[in-house]
């Protein structure tokens, strides 16, 4: 297979079981099936919809002739998005490609004053479309468009939304205003979102082939759902990291990616670990406090940073190494000088280097007696990337079933969310009654 899985020698996944366990994992299989045909889980299927990537190919063609594409979201909205064109975008086409995934007024002013406000397409994505972040930058886009003399009725010529078909504060404004819309489907969270129009649109202007990266999840789409359960790698994945939290309180997850290119999708992984499954309730009760913890890391270069804890340090994680088998470019390292180390190095190439380093890592990993999972890739493309994505968001719904909670939901996000609007009308308050306008300290 394309997509390979492997587990160090010494800590590998179970691979018997007696009646009871054999019954319990076809529940669950069962249940996974069950989840990703649901109406409430439209992430699985949703490569296969051609309508969403024809629309966004209709808008990227309308737009373009635009020089600089702003992605504004945050979350599940931005960083799938993020993820795919810093992978795999041309290098051309990403250098005028922006993410404003925060609110950070001097980012902000940065960004704002290095483009042209007129050569430029804002695409703001909100599944929700009521998220206080993305709003603002909103507003504040359009007093910037509106100081440049584009008025209302020309916002359509500089704004795409892309949100819920039917609700939401955002869709409001893009009915008001006839603004150009992508939808995301209503069965379709942020996080889960990198196989809608999210991601397809940015991924457009970067130069990406959207149909093959689509193509790629159906491929390992097969795979995913091979009913020869022991051979079933999701299966094994999430079999081995629930055995690991059970029998030895495992509890974090290492994500490590063998790539620069990759380190966003490190950040990816992050998200969608930690808001899917840290949940304080579970199906059946209250205050479980579950989750697993997420910790991003790229190779080599955290081979110097973090993996000495990693190595050494509490027994309490698992590392999830991604490696890419074969890199497109590589360098001979044949230099002029006869002496130690750089006859070590004469013979190979950059990626010889890579390789080793990996090996190394996994070797004394072993020795140690730390577990892992070795997920290779032949090439970084279009397909493979569409494969890994779809993998890792089944594995997080997988392992919300296995810890019981809600993989979809994240009310302590929604909490937080809650709050900031409560302190925004009490500031304003505030500021009524005093007539001040000197800044105030949230405590
Ligand atoms: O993954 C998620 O559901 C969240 O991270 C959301 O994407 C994030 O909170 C932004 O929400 P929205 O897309 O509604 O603006």
């Known amino acids: 297979m394309t997509f390979g899985v492997d587990f160090p020698s010494t800590f590998k996944p179970r691979e018997s079981f007696d009646e009871g366990e054999s019954q319990n994992l076809k529940e669950t299989w069962g249940l996974f099936k069950e989840t990703i045909a649901s109406d409430e889980a439209g992430f699985f299927y949703a490569n296969s919809n051609k309508e969403l990537r024809g629309d966004s190919k209709r808008v990227f063609e309308k737009f373009r002739h635009k020089k600089y594409f702003v992605h504004v979201g945050i979350g599940g909205s931005s960083l799938g998005s ?15 490609i922006f993410f404003l995934d925060n609110i950070d007024p001097e980012e902000t002013y940065d960004l704002l004053s290095s483009i042209k406000l007129k050569e430029t397409l804002f695409y703001f994505v909100s599944k929700s479309g009521g998220t206080a972040e993305t709003l603002a930058i909103f507003s504040l886009v359009l007093n910037q468009l509106r100081q440049e003399g584009i008025d209302k009725e020309e916002w359509k010529d500089s704004i795409v939304c892309a949100t819920d078909p039917n609700s939401g504060a955002l869709r409001d404004l893009v009915n008001r205003y006839k603004l150009d819309s992508l939808s995301i489907p209503s069965n379709i969270g942020g996080r889960f979102s990198a196989f809608t129009p999210v991601s397809y649109l940015p991924a457009l202007f970067a130069g990406i082939d959207i149909d093959l990266y689509c193509l790629g999840a159906e491929k390992l789409k097969k795979s995913l759902l091979d009913e020869e359960l022991k051979d079933n790698s999701l299966l094994k994945c999430a079999l081995y990291l629930k055995s690991l939290k059970d029998s030895k309180r495992i509890n974090q997850t290492v994500f490590m990616p063998y790539s620069s290119k990759l380190k966003l999708l490190s950040s990816w992984f992050v998200q969608l670990w930690a808001e ?38 509490p027994r309490d994680k698992c590392i999830l190494f991604l490696q890419i088998k074969s890199f497109k470019h590589d360098f001979e390292l044949k230099s002029p000088f006869e002496e130690e180390p750089f006859t070590k190095l004469n013979p190979h190439s950059l990626s010889d280097l890579m390789r080793a380093e990996f090996r190394g890592t996994l070797r004394a990993l072993e ?7 070795h997920f290779t890739i032949p090439s ?11 993998f890792f968001q089944s594995l997080t719904v997988f392992m919300g079933q296995f810890l019981e909670v809600n993989p979809f939901d994240q009310p302590g996000v929604e909490l937080g969310k809650k709050f900031s609007f409560e302190l925004l009308a009490t500031k304003k308050e505030e500021e009524k009654k005093s007539h001040s306008k000197e800044g105030f300290t949230y405590v």
Do not use: C, W
């Open 380 to 390: 970084l493309n279009e397909e493979t990337l569409g494969m890994v994505i779809l």
């Open 367 to 373: 020795e140690e007696g730390r577990p892992y999972i």
């Open 276 to 313: 899917s499954l840290g949940k304080k309730n579970s199906f059946s009760k209250e205050n479980v406090y579950e989750g697993l913890t997420p910790i991003s890391a790229y190779g080599v270069t955290d081979q110097h940073s973090q993996l000495q804890l990693f190595m050494e340090g």
């Open 82 to 96: 993020s993820t795919l064109v810093e992978a795999l975008g041309k290098k051309d086409k990403k250098k005028n």
